[in-house]
């Protein structure tokens, strides 16, 4: 069990993070609902926490990455349409979540195109990201 807490209080973390994606959120929050179950259900309170928490982990980050899917393809999208400068407004059909995007001007990176955005959430909390055109023409969010 004591090698339990340490997971579950970095899961915790994880899932409070302001940088964590819905995916990683979803993964932490799972893992730590999954970790307390199992500690409840199994007889072997240590087992059933590793058990509970790699479950929860794994279904936490395949619901959080379904909702970042559809969030990355507008942001896509309002990389590959938009001008510099002119904002995209989407909301989130799972999530409820109102977000807006506004473009930066195209710049060269190791041979790729990117471009800066501003992402604000529901009208409050902005968040300045990088992403570049990938080989297939798809733009993706740098880490």
Do not use: H
């Amino acid at each position: 069990m004591k090698r339990i807490i340490p997971l579950l209080i970095f899961c915790f973390l994880l899932a409070g993070s302001g940088c964590a994606n819905k995916a990683q959120s979803g993964a932490g929050i799972g893992a730590l609902a999954g970790a307390t179950i199992g500690a409840l259900t199994f007889k072997n309170k240590a087992s059933g926490a590793a058990i509970g928490a790699g479950i929860g982990a794994l279904m936490g980050y395949i619901v959080g990455n379904e909702w970042d899917k559809y969030d990355e393809k507008q942001v896509s999208q309002t990389l590959e349409a938009n001008q510099s400068g002119q904002t995209s407004s989407w909301t989130n059909p799972d999530t409820g979540k109102s977000y807006s995007a506004v473009p930066s001007p195209a710049y060269m990176k190791q041979g790729q195109v990117c471009r800066d955005v501003t992402i604000t959430e529901d009208g409050g909390e902005q968040i300045l990201a990088k992403a570049c055109r990938d080989e297939d023409g798809v733009w993706r969010l740098q880490q």
